[in-house]
Nanobody, 124 residues
């Protein structure tokens, strides 16, 4: 059974930074494509950052040059370094996984099969 557990959310002032961590178990982590997906109040889920099995990354335009996604295959961990946070980044952030997603679909939340419980990020 796949388990994804996010941590690292919290309250931060505008311009501040946070690092989110997603710990993955129950699967061969290195074989999975991973994303961070967020959901702001009253909005749908939005793909924020993506890293594939080989380490290639992609970002939503709204976070490009501010957020960095990375992973540690040895420790089954996914990270999201968030800098220059602004109130529009306030959301619940989810870790999402799928074995071999079509790369052009990385941004589409419905393409992912496995999800964590989410961690709240509030910028205020």
């Amino acid at each position: 059974e796949v388990q994804l557990v996010e941590s690292g959310g919290g309250l931060v002032q505008p311009g501040g930074s946070l690092t989110l961590t997603c710990t993955v178990s129950g699967v061969t982590f290195r074989a999975y494509d991973m994303s961070w997906v967020r959901q702001a109040p009253g909005k749908g889920r939005e793909g924020v950052a993506f890293i594939d099995r080989g380490g290639a990354t992609n970002y939503a335009w709204s976070v490009k040059d501010r957020f960095t996604i990375s992973k540690d295959n040895a420790n089954n961990a996914l990270y999201l370094q968030m800098n220059g946070l602004n109130p529009e980044d306030t959301a619940i952030y989810y870790c999402a996984a799928r074995c071999r997603i079509v790369p052009k679909d990385w941004w589409d939340a419905v393409r992912y099969y496995d999800w964590g419980q989410g961690t709240q990020v509030t910028v205020s």
